[in-house]
């Protein structure tokens, strides 16, 4: 024992280990989590019941047709926000008397923006459809997008009211759930899974007026002029990079239906569904984080680095050990949520989820350079990851299927990590990586042991999850130690004391 804590103890200043906790204090940052986490659970438990009920009631075209243009819809959306909620954020982190102006700038401009990509969505609807089925049905998505602008859900993370973020998706995805139950009982009414995203998003948006009325500033929609220029020229590169992070992130699934149609990619399309829900976990971490970069100075490395190496660590932990589990049960997971023909789809699912964790380290080295005024360094990171998921997507969808597809896919998310870090420590003239070795090793070598073994899936998570807390056990005052100064971040970060 005394042997193995001396190499430890050797090894902890590679691995930028704190060797204390800091001191514990309100614990504003994990209470937001929590709660922002809390909220979309509840969401993704009500979003997976719809698409679950659907996966059994239409027939595998009709469901490859509905992934496919609720898919397009949710890229159409990315040109609605047009990365004008990073902004405001950042404007209000800085300014909180501005609220009520930066609303009712971002409202009208995204108001504007609606109308031009609802209009183009609906036109090309036909160009863009491999079949008549999902032409109708990008139309009806093309509607639903009118609606969008009115959850201005970053509004109540700028504010520090990031659980009304929680209710109003939760409102959303609520009434998906109910109207798709009540009104679709197989192919001949698909056509109202279109009709229940409107209504979803409808309800949702007035929940979220009602709750920017009462509790944060009027409603108001300041249209044209050239603020408005000037806030959009602002965002278009945050608008590009995030467009370029959910095409990436759609990729295997656009290629995968184009090259084997809407059929046979259908149970893929449910495995993509499960990963990108569990994508929205990496959304919930650095949504809650990203206020506290934003007023901070994001240059100051002694101020900043103990936070951004905890969070490192900690995420690397949680992350690759979910990765790890996800990918052993795979296939019973997808059985069980979607029906025993979609386990098959568990290959390109194992590989899919070693994105989650990667994209989560990823995104600390992205967010800061957002903080930091770096934005046009991750459109053209993200960018190039855009090419290297289609380059190879292509060829490999033709040779090896979705599974193909799924590896183009966490290449293009390593390329991603690599280069935000290097265009960090280039901004910023420090990002570390090396916190997130030891859990990124533990990972690698268990799925190795456990595929050498060829156990069951049960056994193999079993084994997979008993040597990850095995390993993890020498670093517990360590975790504890991140836990503990990320908990506290926001707290400080409100009273004026950005020190971690």
Same mark, same amino acid.
């Given at each position: ?8 103890? !050797?090894?902890?200043?590679f691995l ?11 614990? &504003?940052?994990w209470?937001?989590?929590?709660a922002?986490?809390?909220? !979309? ?14 996966? &059994?009631v239409?027939a ?15 890229i159409?959306g ?7 909620s990073?902004?405001g954020? %950042? ?8 609220a ?22 609906g ?5 863009l459809a ?18 969008l602008?009115?959850? !201005?859900?970053?509004?109540? !993370? ?15 995805m ?21 009709g229940?995203e409107?209504?979803g ?9 009602e +709750?920017q ?16 220029v ?16 959910i ?24 495995a993509?569904?499960l990963?990108f ?11 809650n984080?990203?206020p ?28 690759m ?29 194992g590989v ?50 979705p ?6 896919m ?40 456990? %595929?050498a073994?060829?156990?069951p899936? +049960?056994?193999?998570?079993?084994l997979?999850?008993?040597?990850f ?8 005052r ?15 970060? %409100? ?6």
């Amino acid at each position: 024992m005394v042997v193995f804590r001396a190499t430890f103890h !050797q090894t902890a200043e590679f691995l930028n280990l704190p060797t204390a906790p800091p001191p514990l204090r309100s614990p &504003r940052l994990w209470r937001d989590l929590v709660a922002l986490a809390s909220g !979309q659970l509840a969401s993704k438990v009500l979003g997976f019941a719809a698409f679950a009920y659907l996966a &059994r009631v239409l027939a595998p075209h009709a469901y490859g047709a509905v992934e496919y243009a609720a898919g397009l819809a949710l890229i159409a959306g990315m040109f609605v926000d047009a990365g004008l909620s990073p902004i405001g954020v %950042r404007r209000i982190g800085r300014d909180p008397r501005t609220a009520e102006l930066v609303s009712a700038e971002i409202l009208g401009a995204r108001f504007v923006l609606t109308l031009a990509v609802a209009l183009t969505l609906g036109l090309c609807a036909l160009a863009l459809a491999p079949d008549p089925l999902s032409a109708r049905l990008i139309a009806v998505y093309a509607v639903s997008l009118l609606a969008l602008p009115w959850s !201005q859900m970053w509004l109540f !993370q700028a504010v520090d009211r990031i659980v009304w973020t929680a209710v109003v998706q939760t409102v959303r995805m609520g009434t998906f759930l109910l109207v798709v139950v009540l009104l679709v009982r197989d192919a001949r009414q698909v056509l109202w899974v279109g009709g229940a995203e409107l209504a979803g998003l409808a309800l949702s948006g007035a929940c979220a007026l009602e +709750l920017q009325r009462r509790h944060v500033a009027p409603v108001r929609l300041r249209l044209g002029g050239r603020r408005m220029v000037e806030l959009l020229g602002e965002s278009l590169p945050i608008g590009l990079a995030n467009l370029v992070g959910i095409l990436i992130a759609f990729a295997p699934l656009l290629v995968a239906v184009n090259l084997l149609g809407a059929g046979a990619a259908a149970h893929f399309a449910a495995a993509h569904r499960l990963f990108f829900a569990l994508m929205t976990f990496t959304w919930i971490y650095h949504f809650n984080l990203f206020p506290v970069l934003a007023r901070s100075d994001a240059g100051a490395e002694a101020r900043l680095r103990p936070l951004v190496e905890s969070s490192l660590r900690l995420v690397a932990w949680v992350g690759m050990a979910a990765a790890l589990l996800l990918t052993l049960v795979a296939a019973p997971l997808l059985a069980a949520m979607f029906g025993p023909p979609f386990a098959r789809a568990a290959g390109a699912f194992g590989v899919l989820v070693w994105a989650l964790p990667v994209k989560l380290l990823a995104d600390h080295a992205g967010w800061l350079l957002i903080a930091n005024g770096g934005e046009r360094s991750v459109f053209a990171v993200r960018l190039a990851g855009l090419g290297v998921a289609f380059a190879a997507g292509v060829p490999l969808v033709r040779a090896w299927g979705p599974a193909g597809g799924a590896a183009a896919m966490l290449a293009a998310a390593a390329v991603i990590w690599i280069g935000l870090h290097r265009m960090a420590r280039r901004l910023l003239g420090w990002m570390p990586w090396t916190p997130a070795l030891a859990a990124i090793a533990v990972a690698l070598a268990l799925l190795a042991a456990t %595929r050498a073994l060829a156990l069951p899936p +049960l056994g193999a998570a079993m084994l997979a999850a008993a040597g990850f807390a095995a390993a993890a056990l020498p670093l517990r005052r360590v975790l504890v130690a991140d836990y503990r100064r990320l908990a506290t971040a926001k707290a400080r970060a %409100r009273e004026g004391d950005s020190t971690p």
